[in-house]
């Protein structure tokens, strides 16, 4: 399946953690990418083939994978943080289709 | 830094072609290290990959896609384009062009530009 399914809303409270998960059968073969995006603006790679973040990207935003779940988590949540959160990867077996989850929209209270 | 900024005609006629450009500066389009890539999001809704491709060609589509979309690239002007023929109301999407890094296996979209927002109606 091309699929990758989030939750779609997820709340944290200010400086606790939170994590984001996207599931899919694709991810049991391959590593997911996450994006932030803010209202606005375009989204911001936050974590790239799987687990590394771009440069300028605090180190609060981490990544795992475990089976067809592959997890954003934020440690320390701060209020900038609040934002909607793509995972992305794979769409199959073509070696170049990429597919996005729905979205998760972080609120932190 | 690298910037991207799309261009084009922000309303489009059901049944006509979209014409997009994404001007690139502070780099060169001329790479075999990265693709560049068209991505789309509808109104509220959320992001969905159109194509990368490298500047001369090994273009990757969306399958859903596919048959209406072209890539385009003139390295004297390092741009490069997408024409999207036959478009409905369902095409209507703030449309981003991006630098695909060609990491491998995965889908990283290391830049990003600001997004046109492009409707669709008569």
């Known amino acids: 399946s091309s699929e990758l399914t989030q939750d779609p809303t997820v709340s944290v409270a200010l400086g606790q953690t939170v994590t984001i998960t996207c599931q899919g059968d694709?991810?049991?073969?391959?590593?997911a990418s996450w994006y932030q995006q803010k209202p606005g603006q375009a989204p911001l790679l936050v974590i790239y083939h799987g687990n590394k973040r771009p440069s300028g990207i605090p180190d609060r935003f981490s990544a795992s994978d475990s089976g067809n779940t592959a997890s954003l988590t934020i440690t320390g949540t701060q209020a900038e943080d609040e934002a909607d959160y793509y995972c992305s990867s794979r769409g199959g077996g073509a070696s170049h289709y990429w597919v996005f989850g729905g979205g998760t929209k972080l609120t932190v209270l | 830094q690298l910037h991207l900024q799309e261009s084009g005609p922000g309303l489009v006629k059901p049944s006509e072609t979209l014409s997009l450009t994404c001007t690139v500066s502070?780099?060169?389009?001329?790479?075999?290290?990265?693709?560049w890539a068209w991505i789309r999001q509808s109104p509220g809704k959320g992001l969905e990959w159109i194509m990368s491709?490298?500047?001369?060609?090994?273009?990757y589509y969306n399958p859903s896609l596919e048959s209406r979309v072209t890539f385009s690239a003139d390295t004297s002007k390092n741009k490069f384009s997408l024409k999207l023929t036959s478009v409905t109301a369902a095409d209507t999407a703030i449309y981003y062009c991006a630098r695909d890094m060609a990491t491998g296996g995965t889908a990283d979209f290391d830049y990003w530009g600001q997004g046109i927002l492009v409707t669709v109606s008569s």
């Open positions: 502070g780099g060169s389009i001329i790479t075999s290290d990265h693709y």
């Open positions: 491709s490298y500047y001369s060609g090994s273009i």
């Open positions: 694709i991810l049991t073969k391959f590593y």
